[in-house]
């Protein structure tokens, strides 16, 4: 009768124990080529996730991500539900007001992607016609600002650059903005693809995280020795075939935006 006593608070003791955690959860809208994806064996990987691992090496912490649809990654920043939220965030006022970024490291425009055998060759082409987006991005927002003036029949939104590309293929809509650096990844050896039209923006991406966090600081020297000593550099030209503009946000440390 002991022993049975014994071996069920022994089962108890075990159910109780805490499941490992890693040090930081980090967000991310996988899926976001070439930022944040799984690749064949099911493993996140991309520049960000790079970049994320190196930080977090640098800082001593263990990292775990977890797949949040992008329009999520705001309220779980703000909820500390993650510690950090990657998916080519830009940098914006607005955002400004309820999170907080790192000093960003990439510089980036929008573009509109149709398809080679099209007749959308502009901007101006997408009168009447349907135009695709990823929900709450800032092409979604720069949609909203010049639906007036490019008079667009309707707006598809998604979570993410595939679905979008396999309804632009399939006729679904007529064009899809998003930011350029994923679209030319995305598309390069898919020449039933073209992009017809960059859209200055002048955007810059970082990693997002709450307002107050005690490792900001840190975080933020990690990234300004991660590019004096060219790792930032090195992850670029891995995931884009080509290095970063000297003069660019990968390669120059900047201050932090608030």
């Known amino acids: 009768m002991k022993a049975k006593v014994m071996l069920g608070l022994f089962m108890t003791a075990a159910v109780a124990l805490p499941a490992w955690s890693a040090d930081w959860t980090v967000g991310a809208n996988v899926g976001n080529v070439p930022w944040e994806f799984q690749d064949a064996k099911g493993e996140f990987v991309g520049f960000e996730v790079d970049v994320v691992k190196e930080v ?4 001593g912490k263990s990292v775990e991500f977890i797949n949040i649809p992008f329009n999520g990654l705001f309220s779980a920043v703000q909820s500390k ?8 965030i830009t940098i914006t006022p607005k955002r400004l007001e309820s999170v907080a970024f790192a000093q960003p490291y990439f510089d980036s425009d929008q573009s509109l992607t149709a398809l080679t055998t099209s007749k959308v060759k502009s901007l101006t082409d997408m009168g009447g016609k349907v135009v695709g987006v990823d929900t709450g991005s800032t092409g979604d927002m720069w949609i909203g600002q010049h639906k007036d003036e490019y008079k667009f029949a309707d707006v598809s939104r998604y979570e993410g650059l595939s679905p979008a590309m396999l309804d632009l293929a399939s006729g679904r809509i007529d064009g899809y903005l998003s930011d350029i650096p994923a ?14 039209a960059r859209i200055p923006t002048g955007e810059r991406y970082s990693l997002m995280h709450a307002k107050g966090w005690a490792m900001s600081d840190q975080v933020n020297d990690i990234i300004s020795k991660m590019k004096e000593d060219g790792t930032l550099g090195k992850i670029h030209k891995q995931w884009f075939g080509a290095e970063a503009a000297k003069d660019s946000s990968t390669m120059q440390v900047t201050a932090v935006l608030k």
Request: hydrophobic letters at 40%; a positive charge; glycine letters at 0%.
């Open 56 to 59: 977090a090496k640098r800082a």
């Open 81 to 88: 539900r993650v510690e950090i939220a990657i998916s080519s």
């Open 183 to 196: 679209v030319l990844y995305y598309i390069k050896d898919k020449p039933q693809y073209t992009i017809v």
